[in-house]
């Protein structure tokens, strides 16, 4: 059975930092590219960063470029993002999705997500 | 970057009803168009993939349609466990973007 569970998540500070977590088991992690989207409360959803099976390639959007960094340890199947200068705006609901291939260009999609963690930046 | 739009962003329909949600792209996306099911307080569900692929496990009275600028999801017959909202996403170029979200609610 396919899991993902975020961790990591919590009350910070404008200009902060945080670092997410996610575990995942049930697949073969180094395989699938892994992404983080997050949800602001009560809005859509907005996909935030990516990165390859292997870790060799990364995509940030231009909303958390500079700021937020995603990387993987594949011998312990767990997925991150560096989350700093938080922002008022960087309050979410942060998921980690896993992709369907190594790859995050093209077409990447997710088929499994974790239950989410909520980051909140506020004063 | 590539805006998906969809249409309604809140619809209300009754159990047993055939529903239709559509999603428009900016520009041309071929065929690399998602649609995901949330219900509140959960993650996103992959459904459609590659705009008319079901994603394993989905019940078959949901279906994809489209392709280029204009795709549809459709619900066959609604049940009371399709009341959630829906989320398109293409998959063609970065930034991948999802629309808006439409809400399917009970009548």
């Known amino acids: 059975e396919v899991q993902l569970l975020e961790s990591g998540g919590g009350l910070v500070q404008p200009g902060g930092s945080l670092r997410l977590s996610c575990a995942v088991s049930?697949?073969?992690?180094?395989?699938?590219?892994m992404s983080w989207v997050r949800q602001a409360p009560g809005k859509g959803l907005e996909w935030v960063s990516a990165?390859?099976?292997?870790?060799?390639?990364?995509y940030n959007a231009d909303s958390v470029k500079g700021r937020f960094t995603i990387s993987r340890d594949n011998s312990k199947n767990t997925l991150y993002l560096q989350m700093n200068s938080l922002r008022a705006e960087d309050t979410a609901v942060y998921y980690c999705a896993k992709g369907v291939s190594s790859g995050w260009y093209p077409n990447l999609l997710f088929d499994y997500w974790g239950q989410g963690t909520l980051v909140t930046v506020s004063s | 970057d590539i805006q998906m739009t969809q249409s309604p962003s809140s619809l209300s329909a009754s159990v047993g009803d055939r529903v239709t949600i559509t999603c428009r792209a900016s520009q041309s996306i071929s065929r690399y168009l998602n649609w995901y099911q949330q219900k509140p307080g959960k993650a996103p569900k992959l459904l459609i993939y590659a705009a008319s692929s079901l994603q394993s496990g989905v019940p078959s009275r949901f279906s994809g349609s489209g392709s280029g600028t204009d795709f549809t999801l459709t619900i066959s017959s609604l049940q009371p466990e399709d009341f959630a909202t829906y989320y398109c996403q293409q998959s063609y170029r970065t930034p991948y973007t999802f629309g808006q979200g439409t809400k399917l609610e009970i009548k």
């Open positions: 049930g697949f073969t992690f180094s395989s699938y590219a």
């Open positions: 990165i390859s099976g292997s870790g060799g390639s990364t």
